[in-house]
């Protein structure tokens, strides 16, 4: 993308330059095309005009309609079809058991960071992206556009976040579900810390509405591998029980447990459809990007690298 790269608090330069040309592909038709593959980049006569929208800072230059702001005194951008057929909604769970962190970054924090690269990713193929932020209910819902310039409000978005208690997921799922007007690729950034039933209910809506959805399940670490030792006193996020135990007592119940839940959540992607992915936070962002692209490239193209 030609347009300059607004300054950020969530997006980094380095790891932008280590992804390189990654592309955001769906594996279904959405709205009639197959969505984020490469379309003409000619514009005018070439494509098929949308509409107006008030020009936001960083849109380019070149968009803006000369002769609307001769009318109106007002700067307002072009949008055309070709750039509006392919819309990605990511949705950030901002509960507060997101807000654990065994290191320096907590998944939250790696959260925000992940959805302003996949959102520049996006934007960069030259397709549209929004944003919802939710924990006991939608906080913020930022619908679509095509231009750099919502980055920018993607980044106060996610500065202005302050993890609550969630009692679940499904019912925020069913909002945003209706929130979204039509079908889009829908990407959703959480550590799924609920009722197994509830999470894959509210991922089943999204399905079921024609979009094509995507679970980056976003974890510490620490609670994929429980490496305590010693008396830990171990306190809910969201407004569980504090347990005080012996580490190395609950450390095989727990990941079996754990490992039953994630496996039921997997399972339950895999029979809807659903691409799921694991997300380790002490892992390199341009490394788990990287790596979730080419799962998917090799999935689309049958298996075959």
Request: charged share 25%; hydrophobic share 35%.
């Amino acid at each position: 993308m030609s347009e300059h790269l607004p300054q950020t608090n969530y997006l980094d330069p380095q790891v932008l330059q280590k992804l390189g040309d990654l592309e955001l592909i769906a594996r279904e038709v959405v709205e009639g095309l197959r969505v984020g593959t490469h379309r003409s980049q000619l514009r005018g006569f070439s494509t098929e005009f949308a509409h107006h929208r008030q020009y936001a800072p960083g849109d380019a230059i070149r968009s803006i309609d000369w002769r609307v702001y001769g009318r109106t005194e007002r700067y307002y951008t072009k949008l055309y079809e070709a750039e509006t057929n392919f819309d990605c909604y990511l949705l950030i769970d901002a509960s507060a058991s997101m807000s654990y962190a065994s290191g320096s970054v907590s998944k939250l924090e790696y959260a925000k960071f992940l959805a302003a690269s996949l959102a520049y990713i996006v934007l960069k193929q030259r397709d549209s992206v929004g944003l919802s932020i939710f924990d006991s209910e939608v906080r913020s819902h930022l619908p679509p556009r095509s231009t750099m310039g919502i980055i920018l409000q993607i980044d106060q978005l996610l500065q202005g976040i302050k993890p609550t208690p969630r009692t679940s997921i499904a019912k925020q799922l069913h909002d945003i579900a209706l929130m979204i007007k039509r079908r889009s690729f829908v990407v959703v950034i959480s550590d799924l810390l609920s009722d197994v039933d509830d999470i894959l209910g509210g991922l089943e809506h999204l399905r079921f509405d024609g979009h094509n959805v995507v679970v980056l399940h976003t974890l510490d670490p620490y609670e994929l591998e429980f490496p305590f030792k010693g008396a830990w006193c171990f306190e809910g996020l969201e407004e569980e029980e504090p347990l005080t135990t012996q580490a190395e007592r609950i450390r095989e119940d727990y990941l079996s447990s754990f490992n039953q839940y994630l496996q039921a959540i997997r399972e339950g992607c895999v029979a809807s459809q659903i691409d799921y992915t694991t997300v380790d936070t002490s892992l390199p962002l341009d490394q788990v990007l990287n790596e979730f692209f080419f799962r998917r490239q090799t999935m689309l193209n049958g298996g075959k690298g």
